[in-house]
């Protein structure tokens, strides 16, 4: 009877147990704890230049940077931050943005975007789509010459 409790428990606990967040071998805890320096070791190259070229130095990331920390120190425990806009597509998502909420703008509206932990070494502007996405096989007016009979009420 005991060991049917205890197998019992023993598969609730592994139904239970979450896949841990790795980001290129570190955990989501050391990868807060990184420095510059040694996130650059860890990103892909194209962002390791811009880093080492002074992405994170330019006043436009500063300021969005403190924007942020500011929104997520004023919110509650349990609560979403508001949300800070920003044009800055071109920006590389590094760990101190994690649980932010950013609009990006796609060149005619600011695009609500939650940073999530799966994003670091993307940029914003990946996360913002800047078109319309084309839907085939929808005729409009004027697409045919059988569309010249549809009503127009």
Known sequence: MADDEEAAALALKKKRTFRKFTFR??????????????????????????????????????????????AKKDCGPYDKPDVVK???RDMIIIPEMIGSVVGVHNGKVFTSVEIKADMVGHY???????????????PGIGATSSSKFIPLK
Not at 48 to 62: D, N, T
């Open 124 to 138: 914003l502007g990946e996360f913002s789509i800047t078109y319309k996405p084309v839907r085939h096989g929808r």
């Open 25 to 70: 071998g570190i955990d989501l805890d050391a990868l807060l704890d990184l420095t510059t320096e040694q996130l650059m070791e860890v990103v892909h190259a194209r962002a390791r230049r811009s880093f080492s070229r002074g992405l994170l130095l330019r006043r436009p990331v500063k300021q969005l940077k403190k924007k942020l920390l500011k």
């Open 86 to 88: 920003t044009h800055l």
